[in-house]
């Protein structure tokens, strides 16, 4: 299965964006898990201690709900498997942003990952899935009570990190009045 060239091309920009985020990218091997890797650890006040945050990003030429789903689990048993400074949920957190790449969403799609929500202890798994056609990330909209503290900002994050849209919002010169 290979890549398109929007696809190379969103890469190449997706490279640059999480440096300008302090991600750092990681080994991928050809053929593997996911096309991209990245990761940051730094110290959240809000999170109570040590941050782990780590992004992923497949493209899939047939996407649909199994292959999504899998994709979301594998990359955080792959996060949860690294080694980290402390130990998750004794002074350490763990974030995982895996980003489904699609040509275009289907309706499917769209409904699964709008409800997707899966419970870890002192870990999050918060995927998105990214349209190429329509330029539109889709992820979990909602904010679970338990989870009140960090959605909002997870969705923000998100946003930030893979959309071409956020980041045409970053680049385009603000109006300014005189």
Not at 12 to 18: E, R
Not at 36 to 55: H, L, S, V
Not at 74 to 92: Q, R, V
Request: charged share 25%; with cysteine.
């Amino acid at each position: 299965m290979g890549l398109t060239k929007e696809v190379e091309e969103y890469y190449s920009t997706l490279d640059g964006w999480m440096r300008y985020y302090n991600m750092e990218p990681m080994g991928v091997e050809p053929n593997w898990l996911f096309d991209r890797a990245y990761k940051r650890t730094r110290i959240e006040a809000a999170k109570f201690g040590q941050a782990n945050t780590f992004a992923f990003a497949k493209y899939s030429e047939s996407p649909d709900v199994r292959t999504f789903e899998t994709f979301s689990r594998e990359c955080f048993n792959y996060a949860m498997s690294l080694p980290k400074s402390l130990p998750i949920g004794l002074g350490a957190t763990l974030t995982v942003y895996p980003c489904f790449i699609v040509n275009r969403i289907t309706k499917e799609l769209s409904e699964f990952v709008k409800t997707y929500l899966n419970k870890h202890y002192s870990a999050f798994e918060f995927p998105g899935i990214l349209d190429m056609f329509a330029k539109d990330l889709y992820y979990y909209p909602s904010t679970p009570v338990w989870g009140a503290l960090y959605y909002r900002n997870f969705r923000k994050e998100n946003y930030n990190l893979f959309s071409p849209k956020a980041w045409n919002e970053i680049v385009k010169p603000k109006n300014v009045k005189i």
